[in-house]
T-cell receptor
């Protein structure tokens, strides 16, 4: 079975630009979460979506938004990029909404903002 | 919100020795505590987890203990091997229909196992 897949794997943007990151969960998983991992730190929760509805939001500005599609894939959008948005963005999928089981992470999208 | 503190930030051991990483959490409602291993440039991968109705769990060379009263949990790796070298993250979560399954991670511990 394919694991969680994310695209693109690497990208470089300049300040003020917009970025869209994509995630496909493991087949059968209905929940997708997004995490930001700044170099040298632990992942920080951004959003969780379950059955296409937002179920959790971390302490991130409104420049960050996300959505989940009928096939359970997801997009993370970041507007008006800042230098501090440079990070590894991790997508994780799980079967259920609550902690009924393991979160499976993708390899991440490494965003560099210049 | 939940706050997870992790110590030490770096840990160097000799091959064959044991390694212990400790975490504390702030929210007494947290009830799920996973540990993730992240190798350089790779995704975090679950190595062991424990729920609040259990005090200890073991899987081969890895064990986790949980003290709910003190709100701390620890990862124990015995007979360390060079391939155990990685960054380890603890995390905490609570089963809550409003909170979903958001994980709050610690800051990570870089474990180095010297041959």
């Amino acid at each position: 079975d394919a694991g969680v897949t994310q695209s693109p794997t690497h990208l470089i943007k300049t300040r003020g630009q917009h970025v869209t990151l994509r995630c496909s969960p493991i087949s059968g998983h209905k929940s997708v979460s997004w995490y930001q991992q700044v170099l040298g730190q632990g992942p920080q929760f951004i959003f969780q979506y379950y059955e296409k509805e937002e179920r959790g939001r971390g302490n991130f500005p409104d420049r960050f938004s996300a959505r989940q599609f009928p096939n359970y894939s997801s997009e993370l959008n970041v507007n008006a990029l800042l230098l501090g948005d440079s990070a590894l963005y991790l997508c994780a999928s799980s079967w259920g909404q609550i902690n009924t089981g393991e979160l499976f992470f993708g390899e991440g999208s490494r965003l560099t903002v210049l | 919100g939940e706050n997870v503190e992790q110590h030490p930030s770096t840990l160097s051991v000799q091959e064959g020795d044991s390694a212990v990483i400790k975490c504390t959490y702030s929210d007494s409602a947290s009830n799920y505590f996973p540990w993730y291993k992240q190798e350089l440039g790779k995704r975090p991968q679950l190595i062991i987890d424990i729920r609040s109705n259990v005090g200890e769990k073991k899987d081969q060379r890895i064990a986790v203990t949980l003290n709910k009263t003190a709100k701390h949990f620890s990862l124990h790796i015995t007979e360390t091997q060079p391939e155990d070298s990685a960054v380890y993250f603890c995390a905490a979560s609570k089963a809550n229909n409003n909170a979903g399954n958001m994980l709050t991670f610690g800051g990570g511990t870089r474990l180095m196992v010297k041959p």
